[in-house]
């Protein structure tokens, strides 16, 4: 079974820049995360989409930060314009349900100069 | 108060001694429980889950689970070296949409 898909790896902008990362859900799960996960400390939920549904982005600045999940499968997020301190591992994961375990894809890293 | 709080350390502990990883949680319905072990550089992956107050064992690995005292804890016996990484608790609270909320980490040492 293929995991959680993630693109890109990296990735290096300057400020006030756009950028957009892209995730792949394991095949047949219905719930994906995004998390910001900033070096020495936990991921942080910024979304979390049921099907194509938003469930929970209390935590999404929305002022610069969108996500969408069209046709419940692939998912984007982006950051227009990008600051310093959205320098951070974006991780996506999905799970078959919210209340069952994670499975998570490799991270982009995102530099902001 | 932190909704999901950790140690962040580092707990170091020598080769082949018993580790223990603690974490509290503030929402006293809180659910199900699970340890993501983290290497540097890469993703979070599931160790264990634990949903009913007890012990649950995996080969070297056990939680705990208090839920009175809103308190789970991992515990990894015959540590070694390739364990050493950041350990995140989990906690699924069910107050207003099920939310799925990770403490900070403990980062583990094994010494050789």
């Known amino acids: 079974e293929a995991g959680v898909a993630q693109s890109p790896r990296y990735k290096i902008i300057e400020k006030r820049q756009s950028v957009a990362f892209w995730c792949n859900p394991i095949?047949?799960?219905?719930?994906l995360y995004w998390y910001q996960q900033i070096l020495g400390q936990g991921p942080k939920l910024l979304i979390q989409f049921q099907n194509n549904g938003v469930v929970d982005d209390s935590q999404l600045p929305k002022d610069r930060f969108s996500a969408e999940r069209l046709k419940g499968v692939d998912s984007t997020l982006k950051i227009q314009p990008a600051k310093l301190e959205d320098s951070a591992v974006y991780l996506c994961?999905?799970?078959?349900?919210?209340?069952?375990?994670?499975?998570f894809g490799p991270g982009t890293r995102l530099l902001v100069l | 108060q932190k909704e999901v709080e950790q140690n962040s350390g580092p707990l170091s502990v020598p080769e082949g001694a018993i580790a223990s990883l603690n974490c509290t949680y503030s929402?006293?319905?809180?659910?199900?429980f699970f340890w993501y072990r983290q290497y540097s550089g890469k993703s979070p992956e599931l160790i264990m889950s634990i949903y009913s107050n007890g012990d649950k064992e995996d080969g070297r690995f056990t939680a705990q689970l208090n839920k009175a005292s809103q308190y789970v804890s991992l515990l990894i016996r015959d540590s070694q070296p390739s364990d050493s990484a950041t350990y995140l608790c989990?906690?699924?609270?069910?107050?207003?949409?099920?939310?799925?909320?990770f403490g900070t980490g403990t980062r583990l040492k094994v010494l050789a």
């Open positions: 994961a999905s799970s078959s349900s919210f209340v069952e375990t994670q499975y």
């Open positions: 095949s047949g799960h219905a719930t």
């Open positions: 989990a906690v699924i609270s069910p107050s207003g949409t099920y939310k799925y909320i």
């Open positions: 929402d006293r319905v809180s659910q199900s």
